[in-house]
């Protein structure tokens, strides 16, 4: 009739696991650590008696009891950081404002000078609408005449005017099964700020776009996996000194064939890689970031290797697993296994193509993606399916139900370390700390001080704190929430990003062991507060002091309807009470999917004046 | 001496007294010295160490560890039941909540609907179809949702029996600290009984912050029916205790599954909630006995999640969930009702009496132990479904014309509001921090419930409220119509409405004319939807005087109440001093759209004689969760099939 609870440890000592997340090292502050070491100043700033030396508590923070020199120093320390970012900020925008106005100024005087070949250029990210826009009318640096390709050489992918001027254009196929090239229907590029202008001449352009559908016998044709940087104005430089490399088309999968029909407004997600590719690219990235940080901040944090194994593994894995909609190119594959790969998806998937007779262009991209790049990712797109994916599309709407959370402890003031150890030796403690923080998933980028591909999302900083952000500006990134997207964040485990915690085995091993020690922890110290702990009762299991003490809980197949056998089986009001199984199992659920998802789990009270807790 | 001595040998004969008249029980500290106060009386408890805020103080550094945002929400109030929280529970008790607890057996007792419809809101209000709790008084109703709607839901008990008695002083050291005085033999009663309780009522802080008003030096008041916070521990303890047994079986399972995957099934509660929501929304009114609350509510309220707005405290996000949050700005200076505010900041010191002495076992301190405690993104609290609704939807807004007399309805100058201070911050929980006003003679107190409302008599003009996310034409307020006369201080020194600052504009006679038709026919067919309402007897408040006339407007509708109607059929007294006025009940008024709709209310004709006060107000919108039973058992069907999948 009894559930009998299968606690592994019985014991009160718990031993330390000797896992490598393992820490008790204080010094190896985390990426969070020190960020809510920085928030937590600017409740407590004026809290310093400079003059007495003291502290006082403060009137502003929601709570705390006890403010620790340590700390304050630290606050001290992350202050003075703050304010040279702010400083640095603002020198930061007068320099972008000053080139602004210079290069609206040259750009003006290259439009009255050479109107007529004006190109521009089509190198802009096209991932971000805001900073394509930005970039369109503010803060895009001059482009030597002499870099430009010629007009006639790049083609344009249209884009709808929503997207604020996307000097892109790409053909429509009736035919897009099997697509092929019509270099003489190539249109140049034009300076964005000039496409900007036209949006009625994008509209006459994309109707005067003549494609050939596609044909048997056409030629085979050979498709170069193309990233996000090829798009990216760091290769302004590659750009103007192309390799030729004959045959270099980059391949777009449309959203259907009336994408532009059905949401004008929708964003253009064609030249982004599909999500899998995408989260690889970010995951180097992320490396690449930390590995920056580091060296910038010195700490010696170096990554777990085993866990980086892990994550590879892991995240081919979720390429396999994705490879029905995607193709994933491997790293540094040759044109031949690219144009398999390629033509693979072209059978299943309708395909726009990327026409451009500029071959030295594509090669020369190509060869900077191989050197900066070496991901394999490629310009395939996500189906339509995985476009409306919530966790690529989770931007404000999530953030904005998010808060920082961090528990404050309600004791009086920190035990001493003798007295902490004391503690551990006996009740044992929580030593379990992930290093691998800062590399989890995110999909937020940005780190233009340390020049590390400023690429993705820089609208959503403002969701963010004014601390974080500026500590966003040295370390590059936020942890971000891929649960949040779905509905009560009941994420499908295929679609955790590589690297999550949830799916990184080595990471699970030890935490979830440490967190069922603290879990029996917890129980143990309510046992011996009222007199069934391990030194009360030696000889007693821990099953069997629970079932003596107050918290007996009786889990019953079926519910006592009548009030003698209730009180028969349960006690109701002597023990803690009864559930059913049932119910049981449903409160398992419920908490479980709190830890999984990262969920809170909340209990409220209603009741009259007793359960209120008046006296 | 005499004196103290007088009343030392009398004040347990009054004991009620004391707990009634708060009055008498300043004036008995006044003239009784600490050490004689210390020995009879009995104190109160802080709020921090009531029973449902122990769970979280013993919870939340667990989950913290998991990464899992913990809080615990006491929303219990003093001389009520839950009905008025329970009516619109979504947004009191919040849309996040995983276990609902319900103990109000000593006021709703003989209330088993009410019991039903707190249990049927609290399931359907939150998007989580929380885990019910409650004591005996539940026995027969949960097992019966458990069968007809797969609720589920726990029985907690109290924790004493295997808590040993005290039957000799000398041996008290021998129990362990937590335990002591919680049992005593009869002839020790008096020992368990002094140390009943322990709090303080101010500790100074190093800001030197000195309170306007003498702090007493413990809460004082008493009820033999209250516990102390021994007791109030134990109740927690046995409750995290059941917490956390489910939660070792939850990291359990996932640390047993092979590569530590877990499947889908196992932990996604999406559809699983919908399950539970769905049955309960269609529960046969033979199960449970929340249609038996017909003759004082509609049973919609056991179908349908309401919302809600309310000045009580303590409610969730109670920024966005009082009634000054909807109410329509006044005046050419906007303005709204200010309730006063707290007068130092938060944190309070730390007060020695929330923790354990020296040498005990110090929970905290054990499971706190470790390295620092990290900060991550968790999941705010979801804001009310009219507000998150609001900021994606172009909902229709149905705005108030003319009044009876053909005037413009504007907002009134005179409305006040009484409840606690800072308000805002009273939610309920650990670190609620509302209260902390100049009168308060016991600030460390803590406590959240007040019964506040917004004020308003014959001069205060219209209060306009403004109601989003209507969907079914239900609208109730819930007032209070025994207050004091001249007990709204706005309209002190008033003689006419709004101190005759504007008056409203006329109307011509055609609008007046086309005003009265439309108002005409729209009561008719209001009137004809909804069942009478028990009157309210032998009330000597309810006495109004000639003139008196309430009035409640939306869109083009005036419903006017006189003195003979005021307690009449569109009035119900659902539990004591719960006072509901019916202002719609029509399910199609809004043809299947959803409006945001204005309401707006007023009293006329008695000056400052009468002074209502508006504590709640309630407005559905419609469930998708109520669908035909055929469909139910279609959807409950295959909801299950993908669940056992």
Redesign the interface.
């Known amino acids: 009739m009894r559930k009998v609870l299968t606690a592994t440890t019985t014991t009160r000592m718990i031993e330390l696991p000797s896992s490598t997340y393992s820490s008790n090292n204080k010094n190896n502050k985390t990426y969070s650590d020190q960020i809510d070491g920085l928030e937590d100043f600017e409740s407590y700033q004026d809290d310093f008696d400079d003059d007495a030396g003291e502290y006082v508590v403060s009137t502003n923070a929601v709570r705390s009891q006890y403010i620790r020199p340590r700390d304050y120093r630290t606050r001290r320390l992350f202050a003075a950081v703050k304010y040279g970012c702010l400083l640095g900020m603002l020198m930061l925008m007068m320099v972008v404002v000053v080139g602004a106005l210079l290069w609206s100024n040259a750009n003006a005087n290259a439009n009255a000078d050479n109107s007529s070949s004006n190109d521009g250029d089509n190198h802009y990210n096209l991932d971000d609408k805001n900073q394509l826009k930005a970039a369109s009318d503010v803060t895009r640096k001059p482009i030597p005449d002499n870099t430009l390709p010629p007009k006639s050489e790049i083609t344009r992918i249209p884009i709808p005017d929503s997207i604020s001027g996307a000097p892109i254009e790409v053909a429509v196929p009736t035919t897009p099964t099997t697509p092929t090239t019509t270099p003489e229907n190539n249109e140049s590029v034009e300076h964005p700020d000039e496409l900007h202008s036209k949006a009625t001449y994008e509209d006459e352009k994309l109707s005067q776009q003549t494609v050939e559908p596609a044909k048997a016998t056409a030629p085979p044709i050979t498709t170069v996996p193309l990233s996000i940087d090829e798009i990216s104005p760091t290769n302004n430089a590659t750009t103007a000194t192309p390799t030729p490399t004959p045959t270099a088309t980059a391949q777009i999968v449309p959203n259907g064939d009336k994408w532009y029909e059905d949401d004008p407004g929708k964003i253009w997600y064609e030249d982004e890689p599909p999500e899998d590719e995408e989260e690889e690219q970010i995951d180097e990235e992320e490396q690449e970031i930390q590995q920056e940080m580091e060296a910038m901040m010195g700490n010696g944090n170096t990554m777990n290797s085993g866990s980086e194994g892990a994550e590879e593994e892991h995240g081919t894995t979720t390429a396999g697993e994705s490879a029905a909609t995607t193709t994933t190119m491997p790293k540094n594959t040759d044109t031949t296994t690219e144009t398999e790969n390629q033509q693979d998806t072209v059978d299943e998937e309708p395909t726009f193509w990327f026409e451009g007779d500029n071959e030295d262009d594509h090669a020369s991209l190509h060869q900077e993606e191989e050197e900066e790049n070496d991901n394999g990712s490629s310009l395939l797109v996500p189906s339509d399916t995985e476009m409306q994916d919530p966790v690529m599309d989770m931007t404000g709407d999530v953030h904005s139900k998010r808060t920082l959370y961090r528990y404050q402890s309600r004791q009086e003031k920190p035990l001493s370390p003798t007295k902490n150890q004391e503690l551990h030796d006996t009740w044992g403690s929580w030593t379990f700390v992930d290093r691998n923080t800062t590399t989890r998933p995110t999909y937020v980028y940005l780190c233009p001080l340390l020049n590390c591909n400023c690429k993705k999302k820089v609208s959503v900083i403002g969701k963010f704190s004014y601390n974080r952000f500026l500590f966003s500006l040295f370390f590059g990134h936020h942890r971000d929430d891929y649960c949040g997207a779905y509905p009560n964040r009941d994420i499908p485990w295929e679609k955790f990003p590589r690297g999550a915690w949830q799916t990184d085995v080595d990471y699970l091993t030890d935490y979830l062991q440490q967190s069922k020690e603290l879990v029996m922890r917890a129980m143990e110290v309510h046992l011996a507060e009222y007199g069934f702990g391990p030194d009360d009762l030696p000889e007693d299991s821990f099953l069997d002091r629970a079932y003596q003490s107050p918290f007996r809980l009786d889990i019953l197949d079926k519910p006592p309807y009548d009030d003698d056998e209730r009180r028969l089986t349960a006690g109701v009001n002597q023990y803690a009470g009864w559930i059913t199984t049932k119910s049981f199992n449903g409160l398992v659920r419920r908490l479980l999917h709190a830890i999984v998802s990262r969920d809170s789990f909340n209990v409220v009270l209603g009741g009259h004046s007793a359960a209120a807790g008046h006296g | 001496m005499g004196k103290f001595i007088y009343v030392f040998l009398f004040i347990p004969l009054f004991g009620g007294l004391v707990e009634v008249c708060n009055v008498c029980m300043s004036s008995i500290y006044k003239l009784t010295p600490p050490n004689l106060i210390t020995f009879w009386t009995?104190?109160?408890?802080?709020?921090q160490?009531?029973?449902?805020?122990q769970?979280?103080?013993?919870?939340?550094?667990?989950?913290?560890?998991?990464?899992?945002?913990?809080?615990?929400?006491?929303?219990?109030?003093?001389?009520?039941?839950?009905i008025q929280?329970?009516m619109g529970a979504q947004d009191i008790?919040?849309r996040?909540?995983?276990?609902?607890?319900?103990?109000?057996?000593?006021?709703?007792k003989d209330h088993s609907p009410d019991f039903d419809l707190?249990a049927r809101q609290?399931l359907l209000g939150s998007?989580?179809a929380?885990?019910l709790w409650s004591?005996?008084d539940s026995?027969k109703l949960?097992?019966d949702l458990?069968e007809h709607a797969?609720v589920?839901?726990?029985?907690?008990?109290?924790?004493?029996?295997?808590?040993?008695s005290i039957s000799d002083p000398t041996t008290v050291s021998d129990?362990?600290?937590?335990?002591r005085y919680l049992k005593c033999d009869n002839e020790w009663k008096g020992l368990c009984a002094e140390n009943?309780?322990n709090?303080t009522c101010w500790i100074e802080?190093?800001?030197h912050?000195q309170p306007p008003t003498k702090q007493r030096d413990e809460?004082g008041?008493?009820?033999s029916?209250?516990?102390?916070?021994r007791v109030?521990q134990?109740y927690g303890?046995?409750?995290?205790?059941?917490?956390?047994?489910?939660?070792?079986?939850?990291?359990?399972?996932?640390?047993n599954q092979p590569?530590?995957?877990?499947?889908?099934k196992?932990?996604?509660?999406?559809a699983?909630?919908k399950n539970i929501q769905t049955k309960v929304a269609n529960l046969s009114p033979s199960v449970g006995n929340c249609h038996e609350i017909r003759d004082r509510l509609p049973v919609e309220f056991c179908k349908i999640p309401f919302q809600a707005r309310t000045e009580f405290t303590p409610r969730?996000l109670p920024e966005h969930t009082s009634l000054r949050s909807i109410m329509k700005p006044a005046g050419k200076e906007k303005r709204i009702p200010q309730p006063k505010l707290n007068i130092?900041?938060?944190?309070d010191?730390?007060n020695?009496v929330?923790?354990v002495p020296e040498g005990e076992?110090?929970?905290?301190?054990?499971?706190?132990?470790?390295?620092?405690?990290?900060?991550?993104?968790?999941?705010?609290?979801?804001l009310p479904l009219a507000i998150e609704k609001a900021s994606t939807s172009n909902s229709r807004l149905i705005k108030l014309t003319v009044d009876s007399d053909g005037a413009a309805i504007v907002p009134g100058l005179g409305w006040g509001v009484t409840t606690k201070s800072s308000p805002n911050m009273c939610n309920?929980t650990?670190?609620s921090?509302c209260g902390r006003s100049d009168d308060q003679e016991c600030l460390l107190y803590a406590?959240n419930?007040f019964r506040g409302g917004v004020t308003f008599d014959s001069l205060s003009g219209w209060g306009i409220f403004t109601l989003k996310n209507l969907k079914e034409g239900m609208i109730y307020v819930k007032m209070d119509s025994w207050h004091k006369a001249e007990e709204n201080p706005v309209t002190k020194g008033w003689t006419e409405v709004n101190n005759g600052e504007y008056r409203e504009r006329k109307l011509d006679e055609h609008q007046e004319s086309s005003f009265a038709q439309n108002n005409g026919d729209r009561q008719e067919e209001i009137n004809g939807q909804f069942l009478l309402r028990r009157e309210l007897k032998d009330d000597p408040n309810a006495i109004f005087c000639d003139d008196f006339k309430l009035e409640f407007a939306f869109g083009d509708t005036i419903l006017a109440l006189n003195k003979d109607e005021v307690l009449g059929e569109r009035h119900s007294l659902v539990q004591r001093v719960v006072q509901i006025w019916t202002v719609l009940h029509k399910p199609d008024y809004t043809n299947g759209d959803t409006v945001d709709i204005e309401l707006g209310i007023r009293l006329t004709g008695c000056a400052r004689q009468h002074v209502f006060w508006v504590t709640h107000i309630y407005w559905a919108k419609m469930s998708k969760l109520h669908v035909s039973s055929y469909r139910s058992k279609l959807v409950s069907a295959f909801q299950m099939m993908i669940m056992s999948y």
């Open positions: 009995h104190h109160r408890n802080h709020f160490q009531s029973y449902a805020l769970i979280q103080r013993v919870l939340e550094p667990v989950f913290a560890r998991l990464g899992i945002k913990h809080y615990s929400r006491n929303t219990g109030m003093g001389g009520l039941g839950t929280n329970a008790y919040g996040d909540v995983d276990i609902l607890i319900w103990d109000s057996g000593m006021t709703e707190f609290g998007d989580r929380p885990v004591g005996e026995t949960y097992p458990q797969d589920d839901y726990m029985m907690y008990g109290l924790g004493m029996g295997p808590i040993p129990i362990p600290w937590a335990a009943r309780y709090g802080r190093p800001d912050f809460p008041g008493r009820a029916w209250h516990d102390g916070n109030h134990v303890r046995t409750m995290s205790f059941t917490i956390l047994r489910a939660l070792f079986e939850a990291i359990d399972m996932w640390d590569d530590k995957r877990l499947a889908d196992m932990w996604h509660v999406t699983y909630y969730a130092y900041d938060a944190p010191v730390y020695p929330l923790g076992i110090d929970y905290l301190a054990i499971i706190e132990n470790g390295p620092d405690f990290e900060s991550f993104l968790a999941p705010a609290t979801p309920g650990y670190d921090f406590h419930d």
